[in-house]
């Protein structure tokens, strides 16, 4: 079984948890208040800016060049691609500069991002891996449920957009080189540093849920 699998495996209950998430189920159906999802994108672009400097951190620890290429595209792609998801809703919602300048980060957020990034900064590029797969492989998973189940989701005038984009090929590859990457910086590894692995993965898929909830929780 290739590590990824294993990791997926350990973290299976939580990841199902998200696609029954008040808040997961309200994109898919539509019904989810605007103002959480407002609350949610301007969150979320905060956080883009700390998950890109991580894969930032992965290009500078990476033990070779094909490692280090995956990580620079990886950060080109969230920066070029993932938050011109975000640009269009924040057009939609009228979230001007000033207002991301001034925002400040939900201590779920950044007790997230600060996680992630002190992998980054101590640890090396499998455990980076590790750090960033529950968000990039996650959302893929949940938006292409969606398009499985409800498959006129797609079109709804508002979540259409996020679900279109995470359930896209584009984003899908995405997840195919991060998954890869990490197979491969870990082939051979031992039970004990597996197990360290599995370890920042269940934490960050934990981190997710509080996220989820994060949004679900805003009052306005």
């Not at 400097?53 to 990886?74: C, N, Q, W, Y």
């Not at 508002?158 to 890869?180: D, F, P």
């Not at 360290?196 to 949004?215: K, P, Q, R, Y």
Request: hydrophobic share 40%; glycine share 6%; net charge negative.
């Amino acid at each position: 079984m290739k590590i990824t699998q294993r990791l997926l495996k350990a973290v299976e209950k939580t990841w199902d948890g998200y696609y029954a998430h008040p808040f997961v189920a309200g994109i898919k159906d539509g019904s989810l208040d605007k103002e959480k999802f407002r609350y949610y994108i301007l969150q979320d672009y905060l956080y883009l800016i700390d998950y890109a400097r991580v894969f930032a951190l992965g290009a500078a620890k990476s033990p070779d060049i094909e490692t280090m290429t995956m990580f620079a595209h990886e950060l080109t792609d969230t920066l070029d691609n993932e938050m011109d998801i975000h640009d269009g809703y924040m057009g939609l919602f009228g979230i001007t500069q000033e207002e991301l300048e001034k925002a400040e980060m939900a201590v779920e957020n950044s007790s997230y991002t600060a996680y992630m990034l002190r992998v980054a900064y101590e640890e090396d590029a499998a455990a980076i891996c590790a750090s960033v797969l529950a968000c990039a492989y996650s959302y893929e998973v949940l938006a292409k449920k969606m398009v499985q189940d409800r498959p006129e989701c797609l079109e709804d005038p508002l979540y259409g957009e996020w679900i279109r984009g995470y359930a896209s090929k584009e984003y899908a590859n995405v997840s195919e080189r991060l998954m890869a990457a990490t197979d491969r910086l870990c082939k051979g590894i031992s039970e004990e540093r597996y197990a360290h692995l599995e370890n920042i993965f269940v934490n960050c898929s934990l981190f997710e849920t509080g996220f989820w909830d994060m949004a679900w929780n805003y009052k306005g």
